[in-house]
């Protein structure tokens, strides 16, 4: 049964923008935070932002507002916008539903 489908990656030039969008199920997404992790090849999965059901947001502090995370609690629906790019974003981007449930992943490759 899935749960959370990400959707939105692809490849994008460095300096370029991209959204993410992650649709939950209703008994997932109303359970409060939800969030965007990454992992890139050779490296452990690394927190990008969360959101709590009520719009508090916390970010890594790579991200330095570079990203921003939002969500349409009408729609189950937590989304990332990532502005001015680095190669070194290029991962794979999780969507998180506390506590324990993820999505399968989308690809984000940032390179010229």
């Known amino acids: 049964q899935v749960q959370l489908v990400e959707s939105g990656g692809g490849l994008v030039q460095p300096g370029g923008s991209l959204g993410l969008s992650c649709a939950a199920s209703?008994?997932?997404?109303?359970?409060?935070?939800m969030g965007w992790y990454r992992q890139a090849p050779g490296k452990q999965r690394e927190l990008v932002a969360t959101?709590?059901?009520?719009?508090?947001?916390t970010y890594a502090n790579w991200v330095k507002g570079r990203f921003t995370i939002s969500r349409d609690n009408a729609k189950n629906t937590v989304y990332l916008q990532m502005n001015s790019l680095k190669p070194e974003d290029t991962a794979v981007y999780y969507c998180?539903?506390?506590?324990?449930?993820w999505g399968q992943g989308t690809q984000v490759t940032v390179s010229s």
């Open positions: 998180y539903a506390f506590p324990s449930d």
């Open positions: 209703a008994s997932i997404f109303s359970g409060g935070i």
């Open positions: 959101i709590s059901r009520g719009g508090i947001t």
